[in-house]
């Protein structure tokens, strides 16, 4: 009895080597069949296939990375700057400087009335102004730097959002033109 649960135990064993053998079988055939093609090859051809299938077989695998989009800048960042980096203007003898910061619905001819500039000088900043219309197109919450000289006469024109410049105007005789501040 013994010995028909042992033989039973080796029969399960190459019962399992068996199957896997029988399932390799076809593969096993291919690849002698793949191999003596390759031997009936001449040696030139034997070297190309040599060279050019891990070529093509490491280019099957590669896969590049994927392009990152760029992605858009959004959002604000509001960097408020301290009383001693705020920027120096020379202010003429006995004029004054206006430093005002722009609430909702204000406009720069109201402003003007209010300080009691004269209106052509507004009518001189708008001709001096680029085709982008920046003092047009002023937002709540943008500093406006004035200086006025001794006559009471806009000398100087600054706007800035956060700190940075946007536009700066200068008198000139009669006229203004934009200013480069950086």
């Known amino acids: 009895m013994s010995r028909s649960k042992s033989a039973a135990k080796h029969q399960q064993r190459h019962s399992l080597g068996a199957r896997f053998n029988q399932f390799t079988l076809p593969a096993r055939k291919g690849l002698g069949r793949l191999l003596n093609a390759l031997g009936r090859l001449p040696r030139v051809h034997k070297a190309g296939l040599l060279i050019l299938l891990p070529a093509w077989l490491g280019l099957f695998v590669w896969q590049p990375a994927p392009a990152t989009p760029d992605a858009p800048v959004t959002g604000r960042l509001a960097v408020p700057l301290s009383d001693a980096d705020k920027r120096v203007i020379d202010v003429p003898t006995g004029g004054?400087?206006?430093?005002?910061?722009?609430?909702?619905?204000?406009?720069?001819?109201?402003?003007?009335?209010?300080?009691?500039?004269?209106?052509?000088?507004?009518?001189?900043?708008?001709?001096?102004?680029?085709?982008?219309?920046?003092?047009?197109?002023?937002?709540?919450?943008?500093?406006?730097?004035?200086?006025?000289?001794?006559?009471?006469?806009?000398?100087?024109?600054?706007?800035?959002?956060?700190?940075?410049?946007?536009?700066?105007?200068?008198?000139?005789?009669?006229?203004?033109?934009?200013?480069?501040?950086?």
């Not at 500039?117 to 219309?133: D, F, N, R």
């Not at 500093?143 to 100087?156: E, K, P, S």
Request: aromatic share 6%; glycine share 6%.
């Open 96 to 182: 004054k400087r206006i430093d005002h910061t722009l609430a909702p619905g204000e406009t720069l001819s109201a402003l003007f009335r209010s300080w009691q500039l004269p209106g052509k000088e507004l009518i001189a900043l708008v001709q001096a102004e680029p085709s982008y219309k920046p003092l047009s197109r002023l937002q709540a919450g943008q500093q406006l730097t004035l200086v006025l000289n001794a006559d009471g006469n806009l000398h100087y024109l600054e706007v800035r959002d956060n700190g940075l410049v946007l536009n700066a105007f200068r008198r000139l005789g009669q006229e203004f033109t934009m200013v480069k501040t950086q």
